[in-house]
């Protein structure tokens, strides 16, 4: 169980989804919050100043990404959307404003819990996630070298191009939250990257994801949600 109860918001028109997620996270230890409307959630964000923000996009009264924009307008608390819509455009806009994940509904409760400790560690070290002293992250059996510029995993040097290295440092910073194909352009490449920049960000990634060792089906190390974007798992 988790000492330090983390305080949850959650913000969820319908009572089943509200009291069904609500007794997951206090089943597992955390302190839970309840709106059911976009104005009830961001009375409670201000006045309980939560530590995560499981969201619905389908609210009452507003939109939900409106309530994501006034929580990203001062705060980097992680925000979980957790939304019925499963189109593509969808994610891509809620990460794109400032989610750190998007989970659709129908979810399992593991799923959830494990995005849920993902994106708290990722903000209690946003600054430092995994790093160690001289510049270095540590992520299970790969260790980055950031002032030598180097890769490795289990200790083997990682043999990547200045473009690969470049795509993994950038996942690395934000280790835990999905990254959408426009925000890693945009980092990697520029304003003025085209369109067809998401086939080159493609081939990169395939490099480097055969070069790490990832495998379809299992645990990686980076993960891929088709038309969306790529993470840094710490799962």
Not at 16 to 39: E, F, K, P, W
Not at 74 to 101: F, H, M, Q, W, Y
Not at 176 to 186: E, S, V
Not at 203 to 229: C, Q, S, W
Request: with cysteine; glycine share 8%.
């Amino acid at each position: 169980m988790i000492q330090n109860k983390y305080k949850i918001l959650i913000v969820e028109d319908e009572a089943n989804i509200r009291n069904l997620v609500a007794t997951v996270l206090d089943t597992a230890g955390y302190q839970t919050i309840l709106a059911d409307c976009c104005s009830d959630g961001e009375t409670m964000f201000v006045s309980h100043i939560p530590d995560l923000v499981i969201l619905d996009l389908g609210l009452p009264d507003r939109d939900g990404m409106t309530l994501l924009d006034i929580i990203r307008k001062n705060s980097l608390c992680p925000v979980i959307v957790l939304s019925a819509r499963t189109d593509e455009s969808d994610k891509i806009e809620a990460l794109d404003r400032g989610a750190n994940d998007y989970v659709t509904k129908p979810f399992g409760s593991g799923e959830l819990l494990a995005r849920v400790r993902a994106a708290l560690r990722n903000n209690r070290h946003s600054a430092e996630e995994g790093r160690l002293p001289g510049g270095k992250f540590r992520l299970r059996d790969m260790e980055i070298d950031y002032d030598a510029r180097l890769v490795f995993i289990k200790g083997a040097v990682i043999r990547l191009t200045q473009t690969e290295y470049n795509i993994v440092a950038l996942l690395s910073e934000n280790c835990g939250k999905m990254m959408t194909y426009a925000a890693i352009i945009k980092a990697i490449w520029g304003e003025s990257a085209r369109e067809s920049t998401i086939k080159k960000l493609q081939v990169n990634m395939a490099n480097i994801r055969r070069k790490f060792g990832d495998k379809p089906g299992e645990a990686n190390y980076i993960a891929n949600e088709l038309g969306v974007g790529y993470r840094l798992n710490q799962l």
